[in-house]
């Protein structure tokens, strides 16, 4: 069962996948609004999101009000084809 906290908020997660070219560019692919749950605040959300295991590891770090997980690709011959040096996800949070 959810808690109140998520039941009656305003708060929402905004996902994102992306790259950073071998130039520094940052290139956004997927941009998500999920809508299904909500929080009360960034912070009741942040802490949701930090409890999922795909998000934990020395390369997930704090970002703006949420996280981002970072991965450097510069040694993987596909994508040093395609000029992408690292490859990222993040969430962040708005109020709706």
Do not use: C
């Amino acid at each position: 069962m959810l808690s109140p906290e998520v039941l009656m908020g305003s708060w929402v997660a905004r996902y994102e996948e992306g790259y950073v070219s071998d130039d520094g560019s940052d290139v956004t692919l997927v941009e998500e609004l999920h809508l299904a749950i909500q929080w009360s605040t960034p912070e009741a959300a942040l802490q949701h999101w930090e409890s999922r295991d795909d998000l934990r590891g020395p390369d997930v770090e704090r970002f703006g009000n949420g996280l981002q997980q970072l991965h450097d690709v510069t040694e993987r011959p596909e994508f040093r084809a395609l000029r992408v040096a690292s490859i990222w996800r993040r969430v962040t949070f708005q109020k709706l």
